[in-house]
């Protein structure tokens, strides 16, 4: 297991595995810096990749309880890099809020000393994200919005803050915010398959909850959705999660498009997708059972390359396939 994974990424058994290592890995990592230039030639030598290494030991350590482990690879980063480096008073904050331990009072010092921080500096991206972070594990949902919006204010161009604000307009069921905040992170990373996938879902999810199921916003929202879902396959051949969105959609389409009127020319923008013919729709429906049916099945027999997807999405693909054939048996 690399330090340089991105400790988000783990499971918490690889969490646990790795936090156990941390005083093994401690003492195998560069723990001090030259003073001068002469002395810095007796040193290990340095690259971004120790620093990365010790941040994702960081993370890792706080997932676990490990604040031992967290406080020396924070004393190794002051050491390196000083405590007003934007990125460490971050990950000091952070190591703050995990010892506050949900204690509300002791989080709300945490973000006080954020506001403190931000009210001297306001342009540190780091701790406008960490107080973002804070704000919606303290359910201070109008708040976090605000902070966000107040980071896009001067940071127009951070893909992460974009897709946090639709991850927070997502939760409250404003799709059409949502939505808008994805499309400006593929303005930014405009091949990004995932984010397309993303995208899709939050169409679709627009879709299906819309009212009746049969006015022009559900078609629209649909349209997009199975547009966002081949462009996120054509990006990335064999993407679990969308050809499963494909395959939801296009069974979406098909049980609703019955009741959908045609849209007349004059409802429609330029900008927009309209939903292929039915013939369209099913051969996209067939490719992804087909799909999904393959990865299923080479994951399932361990097969070279066909190793690297999710367990819970693998377990959804096989649900959902198996649900189909239940129904087309009945």
């Known amino acids: 297991m690399s330090l ?7 499971t ?3 969490a646990l595995a790795l936090s156990q290592r941390a005083p093994a890995l401690l003492k195998g990592l560069p723990s001090s810096v030259g003073k001068s230039a002469l002395e810095s030639l007796a040193l290990p030598i340095e690259s971004p990749e120790v620093w990365m290494s010790y941040e994702n030991l960081l993370v890792s350590c706080l997932r676990t309880g490990d604040l031992e482990s967290a406080h020396e690879c924070i004393r190794r980063l002051v050491q390196r890099f000083g ?6 008073m971050a990950l000091q904050g952070l190591v703050r809020e995990a010892e506050a331990d949900d204690d509300k009072k002791a ?14 500096d306001d342009t540190n991206v780091p701790i406008h994200k960490r107080r973002v972070a804070l704000l919606r594990s303290m359910e201070k949902t109008a708040e976090a919005v605000a902070g966000l919006v107040a980071l896009l204010d001067f940071s127009p161009t951070d893909s992460e803050a974009w897709a946090e604000l639709a991850d927070v307009y997502l939760e409250q069921g404003l799709y059409a915010q949502a939505v808008y905040a994805l499309e400006e992170v593929l303005v930014l990373a405009p091949n990004a398959w995932n984010v397309h996938a993303r995208l899709g879902e939050v169409e679709y999810m627009a879709a299906s909850t819309s009212a009746g199921g049969s006015d022009a916003a559900t078609q629209k929202y649909a349209a997009e959705s199975l547009k966002r879902f081949c462009r996120s396959i054509e990006l990335c051949d064999d993407y679990l999660r969308g050809f499963y969105g ?26 927009d997708f309209a939903l292929p ?4 729709v099913q051969r996209l429906a067939q490719l992804a059972t087909e799909k ?11 097969e070279a390359h ?19 054939a239940a129904a087309v048996v009945r």
């Open 12 to 14: 918490p058994a690889q």
């Open 83 to 88: 405590d007003e480096n934007d990125r460490v």
């Open 277 to 280: 013919d039915t013939a369209t």
């Open 246 to 271: 494909l395959k939801l959609v296009t069974s979406f389409v098909l049980k609703n498009s019955g009741k959908w009127p045609k849209l007349k020319d004059a409802n429609n923008t330029a900008e």
């Open 306 to 324: 066909w190793s690297g997807y999710d367990e819970a999405e693998i377990a959804a693909a096989r649900e959902l396939l198996a649900g189909e």
């Open 107 to 120: 989080l709300e010092a945490v973000l006080k000393s954020y506001d403190d921080i931000l009210a001297k």
């Open 4 to 10: 340089l994974h991105p400790p988000s990424h783990l």
């Open 292 to 302: 999904l049916s393959e990865i299923v099945r080479r994951y399932t027999a361990k």
